[in-house]
């Protein structure tokens, strides 16, 4: 069975391209539209990995990530943040939040599936 990944983000073009790499190499993808979105479709499912943005409408990326390791069921899933912000100060941010790990954008998709393997397999 694939490997289910919630991937979280308001730029509909990132989304299809972090979606098309993938389901290419084998995984299930559901997108969300924003942080609330995301955080309903991930109580609604179940996830293997969630990628989120920072910077979105509705509820930010370092938000989504607090709210989801709230839940038990997301307490020690890998939180990947996938971001144009790349200061330290929000590395740590997103570390003190939970995030996992963290990607800028824009990213290559040899690189994210050899992250997506190394944290899931």
Do not use: C
């Amino acid at each position: 069975m694939a490997k289910s990944i919630l991937t979280v983000d308001d730029s509909a073009s990132i989304r299809q391209m972090v979606s098309f790499t993938l389901k290419g190499a084998g995984y299930s993808v559901t997108e969300a539209v924003d942080g609330q979105d995301g955080l309903e479709k991930a109580r609604s499912g179940s996830f293997n990995l969630i990628f989120t943005d920072q910077n979105m409408p509705r509820k930010d990326g370092l938000t989504l990530i607090k709210e989801l390791r709230n839940l038990p069921q997301y307490r020690s899933v890998p939180i990947l943040m996938l971001t144009t912000e790349s200061s330290e100060a929000m590395k740590s941010q997103g570390r003190s939040a939970g995030a996992t790990g963290w990607l800028v954008k824009p990213f290559d998709p040899q690189k994210l599936l050899e992250v997506v393997r190394k944290v899931i397999g």
